[in-house]
């Protein structure tokens, strides 16, 4: 069985820094591409970033570039994400999610909450 | 990157059908046949309904079809259930940003 289990969220101030991690199990880890797409409050999904199979390609939303790292431990099965100088319109439910392999996501995790605020 | 435009709500009775759309562009729906739809209840993990436009994951119901026409695709529920209630999400391959671009978001009630 497939389990995607993000952790890693909390409170922290504008200005501030945080890495969410994405633990995978029940598939092999190290032939996936690997995503974050996150909800603000009230609002719909919004895809982040995503991370190839090996590591060595990410792509990011206009919006977090140059803010938001990705990466991945193969070895661990673990994705992250690292969140520096956030802004109040960072809040919200980080979800990590599986590629399908063909431009979809096929499973994803139960999120974990991110708020912004002093 | 611009998100895909859904239609904020969408309502029907039980058993009738219903059809949500999604709209893009040339850049994203338009050219590539790799639009997708997920399912969310509020506060749980968003699950896969359709994939490369009109595929059905296994274990999904066959109430749930996918078709696309030019820039535009479109989810549709038949038999409609009262389980069916949550919110769907179109995505796309976006050529304009080599990445995903995911819509707006429906609200589907069962009346």
């Known amino acids: 069985e497939v389990q995607l289990v993000e952790s890693g969220g909390g409170l922290v101030q504008p200005g501030g820094s945080l890495r969410l991690s994405c633990a995978a199990s029940?598939?092999?880890?190290?032939?996936?591409?690997m995503s974050w797409v996150r909800q603000t409050p009230g609002k719909g999904l919004v895809w982040v970033s995503t991370i190839s199979a090996d590591g060595t390609t990410t792509y990011f939303a206009d919006s977090v570039k140059g803010r938001f790292t990705i990466s991945r431990d193969n070895s661990k099965n673990t994705m992250y994400l690292r969140l520096n100088t956030l802004r109040a319109e960072d809040t919200a439910r980080y979800y990590c999610?599986?590629?399908?392999?063909?431009?979809?996501?096929?499973?994803w995790g139960q999120g974990t909450l991110v708020t912004v605020s002093s | 990157q611009s998100a895909l435009t859904q239609p904020a709500s969408v309502s029907g009775s039980p058993g009738q059908s219903i059809t949500i759309s999604c709209t893009g562009s040339r850049s994203d729906v338009g050219t590539y046949d790799v639009v997708s739809w997920y399912q969310h209840y509020p506060g749980k993990a968003p699950k896969l309904m359709i994939y490369e436009v009109t595929k059905r994951p296994s274990g999904v119901s066959n109430r749930f079809s996918g078709s696309k026409s030019g820039n535009t695709a479109s989810l549709t529920i038949s038999g409609l259930q009262a389980e069916d209630e949550a919110d769907y999400y179109c995505c796309s391959y976006a050529d304009s940003h080599t990445s995903y671009v995911l819509g707006s978001g429906t609200r589907v009630t069962v009346l």
């Open positions: 999610a599986k590629d399908c392999g063909l431009w979809c996501f096929d499973y």
């Open positions: 029940g598939f092999t880890f190290s032939t996936y591409a």
